[in-house]
């Protein structure tokens, strides 16, 4: 018992620590539904809250209900009118307050990929695969920039 007294302690320690600050909200947008999946969880594990978007529409509508959101987790190659790249500048213009980072995992030409650089080049962007621990580490860092 004197084990699971201190286990509850830790856990208890913990759970206020984030619910002095609250766990920061992460918009996870990927039209991919293993990728979501995958990502989400990961994010959960790291001590995130996720909201999901399968597009850059859906991920609008839910940005302007006014959903408290401290960053955008976007894949750039998308369905739809509007991409992940088209979102984060729409962000950025509007709810400026929201961190942005764009993920992508298709090779592409050297031309492609130099049109694609100027264009993302505001914003953070990690290729995948990534790995969790490097994913935290760039959340980590753009989530700091507030402090």
């Not at 201190?6 to 947008?29: F, M, N, R």
């Not at 408290?68 to 729409?90: C, K, Q, T, Y």
């Not at 709810?95 to 050297?110: A, D, E, M, N, R």
């Amino acid at each position: 018992t004197i084990d699971d007294k201190t286990h509850d302690v830790d856990s208890k320690e913990e759970k206020e620590e984030l619910s002095s600050h609250g766990p920061k909200v992460i918009l996870v947008v990927e039209d991919e539904p293993r990728v979501r999946r995958v990502a989400m969880r990961d994010l959960k594990k790291l001590g995130y809250k996720t909201l999901r978007a399968e597009n850059a529409d859906i991920a609008k509508t839910i940005i302007e209900s006014g959903e408290h959101i401290d960053l955008l987790f976007s894949d750039i190659l998308m369905p739809g009118e509007m991409n992940g790249r088209m979102l984060a500048v729409w962000t950025e213009e509007n709810y400026p307050q929201i961190k942005i980072i764009l993920t992508s995992g298709f090779s592409k030409s050297v031309e492609e990929v130099d049109i694609e650089k100027e264009q993302t080049e505001s914003f953070p962007l990690i290729g995948k695969p990534y790995p969790t621990a490097e994913l935290a580490k760039l959340i980590k860092s753009i989530l700091a920039e507030d402090l």
